[in-house]
T-cell receptor, first 112, second 112 residues
Framework: DAKTTQPTSMDCAEGRAANLPCNHS???????VYWYRQIHSQGPQYIIHGLKNNETNEMASLIITEDRKSSTLILPHATLRDTAVYYC?????????????FGIGTKLQVIP | GAGVSQSPSNKVTEKGKDVELRCDPI?????LYWYRQSLGQGLEFLIYFQGNSAPDKSGLPSDRFSAERTGGSVSTLTIQRTQQEDSAVYLC??????????FGPGTRLTVT
């Protein structure tokens, strides 16, 4: 399994960029990096994913290092509603399907 | 389109009783996952179904837990002889092959 390591918690001021790091040093060449978040009392929500190139969507940007051993999720202008637990995941490819296991994640607190 | 749905949304049961939790995945999704989340904890993988292959049951905590997926669609998670430590939110998710997974709203199980 490609294990991921994230800080347990982070704070970010409202309106500032939130940069959430993730280490995945054992990632294989064809394994993607996914980010999900879980707002209190809700099911996890997909944010973004990438393989080697940086990716951007309406929610966030994903920066993946050239060696693919780490990545950073960027929320460009954090709001109070972005307070959540953020999970960095590298699914295990198993017979064409992805086995997805969640670690502890990073608890992001956006401060007014 | 319709997302993943789960029923019931809340279930209170007495210790020792059996419960069944239902998941309706997104139509056409070939992979289905069950997770549980105890209060203040991360997501714990329970089981996943991958197309017509044998399910990965490696996360089921005991033989009181079982799950089935009929006709490649609806899934039922059954907990026999419930214990208080089974109290948690049970989350179901589904995905297409090698695509992002979509979570349902969860079933909150309380064992008294």
């Amino acid at each position: 399994d490609a294990k991921t390591t994230q800080p347990t918690s982070m704070d970010c001021a409202e309106g500032r960029a939130a940069n959430l790091p993730c280490n995945h040093s054992t990632i294989s060449g064809n394994e993607y990096v996914y980010w999900y978040r879980q707002i209190h009392s809700q099911g996890p929500q997909y944010i973004i994913h990438g393989l080697k190139n940086n990716e951007t969507n309406e929610m966030a940007s994903l920066i993946i290092t050239e060696d693919r051993k780490s990545s950073t999720l960027i929320l460009p202008h954090a709001t109070l509603r972005d307070t959540a637990v953020y999970y960095c995941i590298v699914p295990v490819n198993s017979g064409g399907y992805q086995k997805v296991t969640f670690g502890i994640g990073t608890k992001l607190q956006v401060i007014p | 389109g319709a997302g993943v749905s789960q029923s019931p949304s809340n279930k209170v049961t007495e210790k020792g009783k059996d419960v069944e939790l239902r998941c309706d995945p997104i139509s056409g999704h070939t992979a289905l996952y069950w997770y549980r989340q105890s209060l203040g904890q991360g997501l714990e993988f329970l089981i996943y179904f991958q197309g017509n292959s044998a399910p990965d049951k490696s996360g089921l905590p005991s033989d009181r837990f079982s799950a089935e997926r009929t006709g490649g669609s609806v899934s039922t998670l059954t907990i026999q002889r419930t214990q208080q430590e089974d109290s948690a939110v049970y989350l179901c998710a589904s995905s297409l092959e090698r695509h992002t997974i979509h979570f349902g709203p969860g079933t909150r199980l309380t064992v008294t």
